[in-house]
């Protein structure tokens, strides 16, 4: 309890209970038995506390989950004078459950009742204002005469009411029940020199939108507010509109306060001006001015979310959503209007496989009628951090099944995740996908709360090439549930539908209809009730109409309402909650290197398909390994509980179960690469023992490759005939026995120029040693490359300076307080849920956080390396006692890699980790690569989008001042701009500083994600920079960074070789700025597809060709491998046009070419040259 602040200078404070800041959060919500009478709250001013005495929700009689009865909240205050004057009383509520009580109000036996009527809020003071599409805020002044007052005890008593009172059982999403008032805060206070008016009487017209079909025909429903100062015997009512008088009876039952009165005025249309009169101890005239409401119908889109493993084991969440599927189908038995939504592909795969033959033909069936939607997607993914194939391949599952199945395919649509990748409006447009809805939860991603997206659905979303999609952003996923209550009730469709509609109430909103999107929370067991709603509603009103519906039936007749006059938006949402990632680490730096290895995996097993009959990659291994991709990519990464209760068992079993999804896809994606050596190496036959390094990129590189090489031995370019060095690594432990090998060594090299989407050989050769590397003593702290000159800290295990000798510019900023290079141990933000680093809240600050920066050892160690310099320092920091640096320089290439050996301490206090990278540039503008594209976060991220961290593709990259410098972070997805994570949720994208900050590591999260980490880890770096901004080269060098050359040993034999014994490309792609994205079988076994990038934002023409292969047919597709036009062939290739950043997917039929003696006979996809079902020739 505080002091009350006057509104007026006149005023006087007497007490004030709470904060008016649109929260409840200092009031007591926990340990409540609602049904214990004696626990209704006393309040004594002056000694009660706000967090102990006074209850943030105080439910209605009608709440039968609450005992079904009034709960009268008093307030008892001394006024230690004779009252005097007006004292007014200030309440602020929330409305967050499903119907919106009234406030019965009785000062020392004086009663009055009165009405709320919320606005929307957006400001989530509240929990429930992340998640509850009606969260609104009112709030009620009322004076109240001296004479009502006491000198001495005064007793206040607060009671919400319900109309109608009868008593049911329904959940919110508040616990418990649907019906009752949220207090924000209260206040007393006194004019003293005020008087009280016992003869008020003021009145307000508000027409609803609700319509009856009466006698007359169909009327509008008005509401009357009456408002008396004083007591009032029964009177009328009296509205004339249009020459016509409505009149209606009303009978105040409290002494003062409102009176509401419903009167049904036929339908009509614009405005319309009328008079109100008042008759009771007077009579009293009111000009009024009335305006139609919309004649709405809202399409509930009946779904329920899946969390795979966020409530219990994923299995276990396969059954309980099979299990909804059952009473879904069942309800669409019983009521044939009823409609069903899957929340992904996943939810289809798992019913299959749990059901019977007959419950797998009805689901089919019920698909194939389209009362259950297949939606496009396979499950709610992390758009941000997965792979522009990922993306495509999220898809794929929906669409072949359908193909298969003789299924269609509804609209897509991402549930709880809050935020989306730019890039996936391009990959949805590209596979063919009309509709998107976004249903967003807003806990620690105010997307929906800064930018009000659900006031500016429907958009067309545009992606960096231009593609659109129709999007429709709804607030929450669970609509129905949290508006109308599970189960529904009526009273609370007519409490919260006129305040989820003024979301819609904008002129240009040009539609009559809206979306109500879900209807039940996730992995919980069917609600039959929700399936007899729209027949019990339309019982009562014609207006608004309630029709079950789908996403894609939906937003199709939206589109067509619109006519033509939907906004355009480009841009992108950001990754907020892609900032679990950070949470465990060794695991995310897993499955960033799967998502590279799987495209080269892919590669390596095409291309001796194509050349020789029969040959096929392991499609099983491969089909894993996505399936687990797409899994880690999903948005559930543990149980619910895992922050609260970090050991228990479900904790680190789900953990494992996550941590699996990615060593499992390394282990198959590395199979399937073994098996594609096995076959490509069929192809070569050398005549000596050879390594044989792949590069799957489009464009020849060199590269470091490491592999065993056995004692004595030395390896010879088999292009140049040289003997190549190399860089002993680390010396094996052996036993030598006859004719089973003796002494190795795992060495690393340099493979020079290797062809792009194409192989070199290094002959292996008994040779002297001529490995290791050359140890030198530091003299100083300076080392140099024929690129760049950079100063060692070994104080702070960081580099001081870094000049580009090209640019004669000074590349870091010497002001900053952390080094170049640093590591960055950040503590703080302990006391959660009470700080914005929990979540974002009006009332939650941003903690203070302590950066430490690590200390050296002061050592330096450095090694001339056979292509650079090596230099390694130490260093540790809070909870790091050991970080291990490595930098290299190049001779041939202008980069430097870093590499960071971290060993952590495992602890649950909430944490972070960085790198920094503060370069120097006083008006730094930033820019980082999307999955197709780049975004420039000043410009092209959306309103309410993350701009306190973000997820890169493959760089990252600063410029300014006559320069432009780039991090390529292999091992983790997330960075910063300007400064650390601090809980700010800016609005505006303002950099503190030129730094960019590889947020390696997190705990923010207070459930889902891995509560604490441990252990050892390696996050590898990239830095470059030039004179100026090119982002088709800095993709091209994120692209080497990330993918490593593969390297496969292969004996010598006496075969001919079908191809060159030294080196070749096996496919030409002749414009630098189209990179081969992946060269795969295609999905239903017709020939090859290949998909292409466009990188530059270029349009422009590219031809493909290989000297190995001619392609006999070929056609452009859709992501989805769909024929859409025939290509012709040239030159034993194809041309193809290419638009900005546009992804181009092409089927390939082809058989070995002139120059491959591999050409035996056509294998069997090759001689098949029809089409697939539905292409166009």
Request: glycine letters at 8%; hydrophobic letters at 40%; charged letters at 20%.
């Amino acid at each position: 309890m505080a002091l009350a602040s006057p509104a007026f200078a006149a005023e006087k404070p007497v007490w004030r209970i709470g904060v008016f800041d649109k929260s409840s959060s200092e009031f007591r919500s926990q340990g409540i038995d609602y049904s214990d009478l004696r626990q209704d709250p006393v309040y004594r001013v002056g000694k009660s506390k706000d967090g102990e005495d006074w209850q943030r929700f105080q439910p209605g009689p009608a709440n039968g989950m609450a005992g079904g009865r009034v709960h009268p909240f008093t307030i008892v205050f001394e006024l230690p004078e004779t009252p005097r004057g007006v004292y007014r009383l200030r309440i602020a509520i929330l409305y967050e459950t499903p119907r919106l009580s009234t406030l019965h109000l009785e000062i020392n036996g004086h009663a009055g009742l009165f009405y709320f009527h919320p606005r929307l809020d957006y400001a989530a003071g509240d929990w429930e204002g992340t998640f509850v599409p009606l969260t609104s805020t009112d709030e009620k002044l009322i004076e109240l005469p001296a004479a009502w007052m006491r000198r001495g005890e005064n007793r206040l008593v607060l009671t919400a009411l319900d109309d109608p009172p009868a008593v049911e059982n329904s959940l919110g999403s508040i616990a418990p029940g649907h019906t009752g008032i949220v207090y924000d805060a209260l206040e007393l206070t006194q004019d003293p020199e005020a008087r009280y008016d016992r003869a008020r009487v003021q009145a307000k017209v508000i027409p609803s939108i609700f319509y009856r079909n009466t006698p007359a025909g169909p009327a509008e429903v008005v509401e009357v507010f009456i408002e008396f100062a004083g007591r009032q015997p029964h009177g009328e009512v009296r509205l004339t509109v249009g020459g016509n008088t409505f009149r209606e009876r009303f009978v105040p039952e409290p002494e003062f306060g409102e009176c509401r009165v419903e009167i049904n005025i036929p339908e009509w249309t614009g405005e319309a001006a009328g008079k109100l009169t008042i008759r009771s101890t007077g009579t009293r005239d009111f000009p009024v001015k009335l305006e139609a409401a919309k004649k709405w119908t809202l399409f509930i889109v009946p779904h329920e979310h899946l969390d795979i493993g966020f409530t219990d084991y994923p299995e276990k969440v396969a059954e309980l959503q099979s299990q909804s599927v059952d009473g879904a189908m069942e309800a669409i038995r019983q009521h044939p209007d009823f409609r069903w939504t899957l929340d992904g592909y996943w939810i289809a795969q798992s019913y299959l496989a749990g059901r019977s033959k007959e419950k797998q033909r009805e689901f089919l069936d019920m698909i194939r009628e389209g009362k259950v939607i297949l939606p496009a997607q396979f499950a709610n993914q992390h758009t941000g951090t997965a792979s522009l194939e990922g993306l495509i391949r999220s898809l794929y599952g929906s669409h072949f099944f359908a193909q298969r199945n003789g299924l269609p395919v509804g609209a897509a649509h991402i549930t709880d995740v809050p935020s989306y990748s730019w890039s996936y409006a391009s990959v949805l447009h590209d596979a063919g996908v009309k509709y998107f809805l976004a249903a967003g939860n807003s806990w620690r991603a105010p997307a929906i709360l800064q930018g009000r997206w659900n006031e500016k659905s429907p958009f067309y979303w545009e992606g960096p090439d231009g593609g659109r999609v129709l999007m429709w952003y709804s607030r929450a996923y669970l609509q129905t549930a949290t508006l109308f209550g599970t189960p529904p009730r009526l009273a609370a469709v007519h409490d919260s539908l006129p305040v989820f509609l003024q979301a819609y109430s904008r002129p240009a909103y040009k539609a009559d209809a809206a979306i109500v999107f879900g209807t039940q929370l996730e992995n919980t067991q069917f609600s039959k009730e929700q399936a007899e709603l729209v027949k019990q509603w339309q019982a009562l009103y014609t207006w608004p109409r309630l029709e079950y519906s789908t996403v894609g039936a939906a937003l199709g007749a939206i589109e067509k309402q619109f006519q033509g006059q939907i906004p355009v938006m480009r841009g992108d949402f950001g990754p907020y909650w892609e900032d679990g990632f950070g949470s465990d680490s060794f695991y995310t730096a897993l499955h960033r290197q799967n998502q590279q290895r799987i495209l080269t995996a892919e590669e390596l097993g095409s291309i001796p398909a194509a050349l020789r009959s029969g040959l096929r990659p392991d499609a099983g291994l491969l089909a894993r390994a996505w399936e687990n991709i797409l899994r880690f990519d999903e948005h559930t990464w543990t149980y619910v509980g895992a922050t609260t209760q970090p050991e228990s068992v479900e904790t680190r079993r789900q953990t494992a179960l996550k941590r699996a999804e990615a060593t499992e896809a390394s282990d198959d994606i590395t199979s399937s690469i073994d098996r594609s050596w096995g076959q490509l190496e069929s192809l070569l036959a050398p005549k000596e023992n050879s390594l044989v390094v792949f590069n799957s990129l489009s464009w020849p590189r060199g590269g470091t490759v490491s592999v065993d090489l056995q004692d004595g031995s030395g390896i010879l370019d088999a292009v140049t005939g040289k003997e190549v060095a190399w860089e002993t690594v680390s010396v094996g432990k052996s036993t030598a026995l006859p004719g089973f090998g003796g002494g190795y060594r795992h060495v690393r090299f340099f493979a020079d120029d290797v062809p792009g989407v194409g192989y070199k050989l290094y002959a292996v050769r008994p040779a002297a040693f001529t490995g290791g590397t050359e140890r030198i003593a530091p003299s100083g702290n300076v080392f140099e490359s024929p690129y760049y000159r950079i100063e060692i800290d070994p104080a702070s295990g960081g580099v001081a300076s870094i000049l580009d000798k090209q640019l004669h510019r000074e590349l870091v900023d010497t002001k900053s307080p952390y080094r170049f290079g640093a590591y960055v141990y950040v503590s703080g933000a302990d006391k959660m849920p009470n700080n914005s680093l929990y979540r974002y809240g009006a009332a939650l600050k941003p903690p203070k956080l302590t950066p430490a920066p690590a200390a050296g050892s002061g050592r330096i160690e450095a090694h001339i390396l056979p292509w650079g310099t090596s230099i390694a320092m130490e260093s540790s920091a809070p909870n790091t006692p050991l970080i291990r640096t490595e930098i290299t320089l190049f001779n041939n290439a202008k980069r430097i890699e870093f590499s960071f050996h971290v060993r952590k301490n495992y602890v649950l206090t909430k944490e972070a980790a960085y790198i920094a990278f503060p370069f120097s540039a006083e008006k730094p503008a930033f820019a980082y690569e999307t999955q197709n594209g780049w975004v420039d976060p000043a410009v092209d991220e959306l309103p309410g989008g993350s701009r306190e961290w973000y997820a890169v593709n493959h760089w990252a990259a600063v410029r300014g001042d006559g320069f432009a410098a780039s991090v390529t972070p292999r091992d983790a997805p997330l960075v910063n701009f300007g400064d650390i994570v601090r809980g700010n949720w800016p609005e505006k994208f303002a950099p503190a500083s030129a730094t960019i900050f590889s947020w390696l590591m997190n705990n923010y999260w207070g459930t889902n994600f891995v509560p604490g980490q441990g252990g050892d880890f390696t996050f590898r770096y990239a830095v470059t920079s030039d004179a100026q901004f090119d982002a088709a080269a800095l993709t091209r060098a994120g692209w080497e960074a990330m993918t490593p050359l593969e390297a496969d040993p292969i004996g010598a034999t006496l075969e001919t070789s079908p191809l060159p014994g030294d080196q070749a490309s096996l496919l030409k792609i002749d414009n630098p700025d189209v990179v081969l994205v992946t060269w795969k079988q295609a999905e239903e076994g017709e020939g090859s597809i290949m998909r292409l990038e466009e990188i530059a934002g270029r349009a422009g023409k590219v031809h493909l060709s290989s000297p190995f292969l001619t392609v006999e047919k070929a056609w452009r597709c859709s992501a989805l491998e769909e024929n859409q036009s025939l290509l012709q062939p040239t030159d034993g290739g194809i041309e193809l046009e290419v638009h900005p950043f546009e992804v181009v997917t092409v089927r390939l039929l082809t058989r070995p070419g002139k120059n491959s003696s591999a050409a035996q006979p056509v294998s069997d996809n090759e001689s098949q040259l029809g089409s697939q079902p539905g292409s166009k020739q």
